[in-house]
């Protein structure tokens, strides 16, 4: 490790976690209620991402003043779209992790949404979650945190190359989708082909994208959505296993519309599959989703 990153990580772990100032609560938006010295923060450059990563690991993903500092140093680093797109890459990382233990590495939170918390309470959550590109979900009466990548796109799109921007506006078309619950009405299969699509033509389109391995996996979990069904759209029926008319169409629609496509040929041996079981599902379905999609990403990249 450089010498300058050991002086560097006492430094910022000082910072972000000074007993006198620390807030466990976290009710407060800006990284000034935390105890973090902003004026030294800002001083510091970190123009790599491996040098980026150490500071990064260090800091507490239970404090939401870590990810001020992260954006900071982020933000200090920046030479060129290049060097964002790496250094991003590496917060986009953080971010999520953070997001995904929030809840458990922060006692204060956890207890708060964890009792059957007030509207009132819940507000205050999601308006601080917010403040710090987070929103604040909830399923079957838990509560989840996920990366509003609409929120970052406004935060960092100046400084991010093309084929950034284009990623995160991707995906936070997509989880605009899930929160107004478009997935769940009659055309959510329409709604899949065009995520299918769309995202087989960025991975086309940017090859040499620095997260291209997240591009692959998200148009990977869409063609197996697509495919197999989910919570909200079943593929086969219940009780017969067979293939629904609905499904059908929409498989045949997809081949029909995309016919020069990865996915369509992916599609087409799929129904082809099917057709042998007499579109029954059987275990072929399962070793076809795991060979030939959730591996589809190799298949894209060599074609």
Same mark, same amino acid.
């Given at each position: 490790?450089?010498?300058?990153?050991?002086?560097?990580?006492?430094?910022?772990? /000082? *910072?972000?976690?000074?007993?006198?100032?620390?807030?466990?609560?976290?009710?407060?938006?800006?990284?000034?209620? $935390?105890?973090? =010295?902003?004026?030294?923060?800002?001083?510091?450059?970190?123009?790599?991402?491996?040098?980026?990563?150490?500071?990064?690991?260090?800091?507490?993903?239970?404090?939401?003043?870590?990810?001020?500092?992260?954006?900071?140093?982020?933000?200090?680093?920046? *030479?060129?779209?290049?060097?964002?797109?790496?250094?991003?890459?590496?917060?986009?990382?953080?971010?999520?992790?953070?997001?995904?233990?929030?809840?458990?590495?922060?006692?204060?939170?956890?207890?708060?949404?964890?009792?059957?918390?007030?509207?009132?309470?819940?507000?205050?959550?999601?308006?601080?979650?917010? %403040?710090?590109?987070? $929103? /604040?979900?909830?399923?079957?009466?838990?509560?989840?945190?996920?990366?509003?990548? *609409?929120?970052?796109?406004?935060?960092?799109?100046?400084?991010?190359?093309?084929?950034?921007?284009?990623?995160?506006?991707?995906?936070?078309?997509?989880?605009?989708?899930?929160?107004?619950?478009?997935?769940?009405?009659?055309?959510?299969?329409? /709604? /899949?082909?065009?995520?299918?699509?769309?995202?087989? %033509?960025?991975?086309?389109?940017?090859?040499?994208?620095?997260?291209?391995? =997240?591009?692959?996996?998200?148009?990977?979990?869409?063609?197996? @959505?697509?495919? *197999?069904?989910?919570?909200?759209?079943?593929?086969? @029926?219940?009780?017969?296993?067979?293939?629904? @008319?609905?499904?059908?169409?929409?498989?045949?629609?997809?081949?029909?519309?995309?016919?020069?496509?990865?996915?369509?040929?992916?599609?087409?041996?799929?129904?082809?599959?099917?057709?042998? @079981? %007499?579109?029954?599902?059987?275990?072929?379905?399962?070793?076809?989703?795991?060979?030939?999609?959730?591996?589809?990403?190799?298949?894209?990249?060599?074609?």
């Amino acid at each position: 490790m450089p010498y300058f990153l050991i002086l560097l990580i006492p430094f910022i772990l /000082l *910072a972000c976690n000074s007993p006198q100032q620390k807030n466990t609560g976290d009710s407060a938006g800006d990284a000034t209620n $935390h105890g973090v =010295d902003t004026a030294r923060i800002e001083q510091i450059r970190i123009t790599t991402a491996a040098q980026y990563l150490q500071v990064i690991d260090t800091l507490d993903r239970g404090e939401l003043s870590s990810l001020y500092v992260a954006a900071t140093l982020l933000k200090n680093g920046v *030479a060129d779209s290049l060097t964002c797109d790496s250094l991003f890459a590496v917060y986009s990382d953080f971010l999520n992790r953070v997001a995904e233990g929030y809840l458990e590495n922060n006692e204060k939170a956890g207890i708060d949404l964890l009792n059957s918390p007030s509207a009132e309470k819940i507000e205050q959550w999601k308006i601080t979650f917010a %403040n710090y590109g987070i $929103h /604040l979900d909830s399923l079957n009466e838990a509560y989840l945190l996920k990366p509003n990548s *609409a929120f970052l796109l406004l935060v960092f799109g100046d400084e991010l190359t093309t084929a950034y921007r284009q990623f995160l506006t991707l995906v936070s078309e997509e989880e605009k989708r899930w929160t107004k619950g478009e997935w769940q009405n009659f055309k959510a299969r329409d /709604l /899949l082909i065009t995520t299918i699509i769309t995202w087989e %033509n960025f991975i086309h389109q940017y090859p040499g994208f620095i997260s291209i391995r =997240d591009a692959r996996q998200r148009y990977a979990q869409s063609l197996g @959505d697509f495919l *197999a069904g989910t919570t909200h759209s079943n593929v086969f @029926d219940p009780e017969t296993y067979l293939l629904n @008319d609905s499904s059908k169409l929409s498989f045949e629609l997809l081949i029909l519309k995309n016919p020069q496509s990865v996915s369509a040929e992916i599609v087409k041996t799929y129904l082809e599959m099917l057709k042998t @079981d %007499n579109l029954r599902y059987s275990e072929k379905v399962d070793s076809f989703l795991l060979n030939k999609v959730y591996a589809a990403e190799l298949f894209v990249e060599n074609n």
